[in-house]
T-cell receptor, first 116, second 117 residues
Framework: ETGVTQSPTHLIKTRGQQVTLRCSSQSGHNTVSWYQQALGQGPQFIFQ???????GRGNFPPRFSGLQFPNYSSELNVNALELDDSALYLC???????????????FGPGTRLTVL | AQTVTQSQPEMSVQEAETVTLSCTYD???????LFWYKQPPSRQMILVIR??????QNATENRFSVNFQKAAKSFSLKISDSQLGDTAMYFC??????????????FGTGTRLKVLA
């Protein structure tokens, strides 16, 4: 069973730039959630994708956007980067059955984004 | 609004000893899930244990067990026979339902646990 993978591992950008982070879901999973983890804090929910559509969103501005592809891989895009966007970005995959609740979320190793 | 509180920013324990990490939460939901995740310096968030609120029996996974007190909204993690590899940040998480029918996690601020040789 393949686990959740993310790329790149580290990324350095300057304020105002745009960035794309990638996530490959665990085999068999159809739902992906993205979280932002600032240094010394717990992860904060950004949004979730299910069947290639945004399925729920946290308190993040529209410059945070995402995509989910037919193979359930996903991207997180952030436009107009700000210094406060510096954080660890985690993606988590899970399986949403046809009925009922989603199963446990399994996390990737994260991408460390530094905005200068 | 749902919140998760971890009141112990840092803890330490001697190898082979037992340690308990505290977590309280606030919710008006009656059916939900609670989780403990471990995040070592490698950053990978690893599931330690999960508890369904409708189950009265406390979850157990090898050396890890929980004390789930639903009325008190308390969900503590007990680590028995602590090992050096248990050194990590531990996060308590509450599963909040989304209107779409799926859910997101709400995390506490974490407890940094150091196991001493």
């Amino acid at each position: 069973e393949t686990g959740v993978t993310q790329s790149p591992t580290h990324l350095i950008k300057t304020r105002g730039q745009q960035v794309t982070l990638r996530c490959s879901s665990q085999s068999g999973h159809n739902t992906v959630s993205w979280y932002q983890q600032a240094l010394g804090q717990g992860p904060q929910f950004i949004f979730q994708y299910y069947r290639e559509e945004e399925n729920g969103r946290g308190n993040f501005p529209p410059r945070f956007s995402g995509l989910q592809f037919p193979n359930y891989s996903s991207e997180l895009n952030v436009n107009a980067l700000e210094l406060d966007d510096s954080a660890l970005y985690l993606c988590a995959s899970s399986l949403t059955p046809r009925t009922g609740l989603t199963d446990t979320q399994y996390f990737g190793p994260g991408t460390r984004l530094t905005v200068l | 609004a749902q919140t998760v509180t971890q009141s112990q920013p840092e803890m330490s324990v001697q190898e082979a000893e037992t340690v308990t990490l505290s977590c309280t939460y606030d919710t008006s939901e009656s059916n939900y899930y609670l989780f403990w995740y471990k995040q070592p310096p490698s950053r990978q968030m690893i599931l330690v244990i999960r508890q369904e609120a409708y189950k009265q029996q406390n979850a157990t996974e090898n050396r890890f067990s929980v004390n789930f007190q639903k009325a008190a909204k308390s969900f503590s993690l007990k680590i028995s026979d602590s090992q050096l590899g248990d050194t990590a940040m531990y996060f308590c998480a509450f599963m909040k339902h989304l209107t779409s029918g799926t859910y997101k996690y709400i995390f506490g601020t974490g407890t940094r646990l150091k196991v001493l040789a």
